[in-house]
């Protein structure tokens, strides 16, 4: 009895443990998962990109921490702080699905005034949490000069792309009153070319730029069906977005309308034609009675049709060098080239698989599959291809995969040579071969015996699995053998011509090597002449009275100079890359600012109303100043 009362007492013991257990745990759950889990801190600046001069904007710094002990900030450059940092918090909690989620951000903002034109950056932010400090970054801050009434006055508008019909409303926009003239000097686009001198089927990128001054809903326009060019179209994710730029004396706003690849598919002169756009502008009836139009009597907006014209690009395509190796692809880019056989021991009828794999960015689309050349006893046939592509700036990037299905006949060991992809790089001028690697295949026999080919005369036979060769009948032909060869002075005389051609090779490319790694040493020294050389053309061009070929030579002599300076091909550089590389070798920021104003001023001027002659002088000798302000 007592052990009975023992083991009750026990059980019971048990379940209230038991019974505490699961009411304890779902709290303690609860507790941790409420707990704050340790992130790193983080410095956020939310600020625009561009503002007008005497505009009012915002600057905020936002961290992703309510526990901040410690905020400063820089000195701002080029504006007026009108009141600053305000600081605000914001927290918030959530569960999904029994999940916890809590975060919490303090942001500190300052309201600022554009004082002065130019660009600047905004200055970093150092917040102390706990016993970390984290630094926020310093993005640019561009400042337009205040242009004429009728330009838009700053903000941002944002587009939509549906098919090929775009539509634009920005924020703060000119609206026009109904009957007001809308003029080449309200809304015009722009085009330029990546290259104006290509090879064929090198890549060439067209941007169609919108510039406005008026409130633009709705563009509609595509690009013509073109003779002698394969066309794609830039695939633009995003939305296009309306920015500010500084125009002869206006604020316009602009966009990126359209991009197009283009790859021209023979040498000569080319013309790209002009596109015509149907634009929306948004017109208002400022006379309008408002009593009217509740009643539906009238309307105080009014859509206008406004046919704007984007000019037509001619293009110098060059022929490619001959002569063309016999295995060319077709390919003109930059590509890299792998390699991979599976398997590579397996018996006679099984199949194997090369599979050669090409990337790189070019005419991607065009190309034609790598040369492989399978042993003679091996059935082969047309490979298999898969296309992971996208179209870019600067052509189809990505990758091709060839997949080559073989069967052997017969057992043995062969050897696959290596696959061969030949291509053309417009970049250093030369073609090029990629090769993959050799494979030793081995080839048992197959089942039920394997197969004898009975396909060929005796006469074809050559060599079959390595052990009968086609027996010739009649008296066999017998020569001796020349014994005294070995150590005779025929053989030390083809030995010391061997070592003489072989010591000639071995200079000759040492040589070669210290000449090409010199290269961009003497491209670096020589920019300056070749820039002058350029300008002097641009000069006589700009006295015979020549704009559009004198805009062409003064951007040469602009982007040559850079290309040549920081060692970068012209199809490479970008206005944020070469802002980079020379902030990097301590160039000043206003020194820059200029030097990317004059290829601005440069690109555009060409399509911008105004007096010719003296628009070609002011860039003229905008172009001189700034090649000679950026003296490296």
């Given amino acids: 009895m007592k052990y009975q009362r023992s083991h009750k007492h026990t059980a019971r013991v048990v379940a209230r443990v038991t019974q505490a257990s699961s009411i304890l745990l779902p709290i303690l759950t609860f507790i941790v998962a409420c707990l704050p889990v340790a992130a790193q801190v983080r410095v956020s600046v939310q600020a625009p990109s561009e503002v007008v001069q005497g505009d009012r904007f915002r600057v905020s710094y936002v961290v992703n921490t309510s ?14 702080v009108l009141y600053g940092p305000s600081r605000s918090q914001q927290s918030s909690f959530s569960m999904v699905n029994g999940k916890t989620t809590s975060s919490s951000s303090v942001t500190f903002t300052y309201t600022l005034s554009a004082a002065q034109a130019g660009t600047f950056r905004i200055p970093a932010a150092t917040v102390t949490s706990g016993s970390e400090t984290v630094k926020s970054g310093s993005p640019h801050l561009k400042i337009l000069p205040s242009g004429s009434a009728s330009q838009p006055q700053g903000g941002a508008g944002h587009g939509q792309q549906q098919g090929q019909t775009h539509s634009a409303q920005p924020d703060r926009m000119h609206t026009q009153n109904i009957g007001d003239r809308i003029t080449g000097k309200d809304i015009f686009i722009a085009v330029t070319a990546s290259k104006k001198r290509v090879f064929e089927q090198e890549a060439v990128l067209l941007t169609y730029k919108l510039y406005t001054l008026v409130n633009v809903s709705e563009m509609q326009g595509k690009m013509p069906e073109l003779d002698g060019f394969h066309v794609q179209e830039l695939d633009r994710q995003r939305q296009p977005e309306l920015k500010m730029e500084h125009l002869n004396g206006k604020n316009y706003g602009t966009v990126v309308w359209s991009q197009y ?18 634009a929306t502008v948004i017109q ?31 293009l110098q395509v060059d022929p490619l060098p001959t002569p063309r190796p016999d295995n060319f692809s077709g390919a003109v880019g930059k590509f890299t080239m792998k390699s991979s056989l599976t398997p590579q021991s397996l018996n006679a009828n099984d199949a194997t698989t090369l ?23 091996f059935e082969s046939y047309d490979p298999r291809t898969e296309e992971k592509t996208r179209i870019s700036a600067a052509g189809s990037t990505g990758q091709v995969v060839y997949d080559y299905i073989a069967l052997p006949r017969h057992q043995g060991k062969y050897t696959l040579p290596a696959a061969e992809f030949v291509y053309f790089d417009p970049a250093d001028r030369a073609y090029k071969t990629l090769r993959g690697e ?51 002075l025929r053989y030390w005389g083809i030995y010391a011509a061997l070592l003489a051609l072989f010591l000639v090779v071995v200079v000759s490319f040492r040589s070669y090597a210290i000449a090409n790694a010199d290269t961009a040493r003497r491209r670096g020294r020589g920019a300056g002449k070749v820039a002058t050389k350029r300008l002097q053309a641009a000069r006589r061009l700009l006295a015979a009275g020549d704009a559009n070929a004198m805009y062409e030579e003064t951007m040469r002599a602009l982007w040559g100079y850079l290309a040549d300076k920081l060692n970068i091909p012209v199809s490479e550089l970008t206005k944020d ?46 172009a001189a100043a700034a090649i000679e302000g950026l003296r490296l």
């Avoid at 526990?67 to 007026?80: A, K």
């Avoid at 599979?355 to 006893?377: S, Y």
């Avoid at 197969?451 to 066999?476: A, F, H, M």
């Fill in 577 to 622: 890359n070469v802002r980079e590389r020379l902030a990097a070798r301590g160039v000043a920021d206003d020194v820059v600012d200029a030097y990317l104003r004059a290829i601005d001023d440069c690109e555009f001027a060409r399509f911008a109303p105004g007096e010719p002659a003296s628009m070609m002088q002011r860039v003229y000798e905008q």
């Fill in 67 to 80: 526990e901040v002990s410690n905020f400063s900030v820089g000195d701002f450059e080029g504006v007026d």
């Fill in 284 to 314: 208002q009836n400022r006379s309008a009675d408002p009593f009217d139009i509740f009643f539906g009597g009238g309307s105080m907006m009014e859509e206008v049709r406004k046919t704007v014209v984007a000019p037509a690009v001619t």
């Fill in 261 to 278: 690849v283009v790859f021209p598919q023979r040498s000569g002169t080319l013309t790209i034609p002009e596109i015509k756009y149907e």
């Fill in 355 to 377: 599979r050669v794999t090409v990337n790189g960015t070019g005419n991607m689309k065009l190309m034609n599959a790598p040369v492989v050349a399978w042993p003679k006893d």
């Fill in 438 to 488: 050799t494979y030793t295949i081995d080839v048992a026999k197959g089942k039920g015996g394997g197969s004898v080919s009975t396909n060929y005369s005796k006469e074809d036979v050559e060599l079959l699995n390595s052990d009968i060769r086609y027996i010739k009948t009649g008296t066999p032909n017998y020569q001796a053998s020349d014994s005294d060869f070995l150590g005779s």
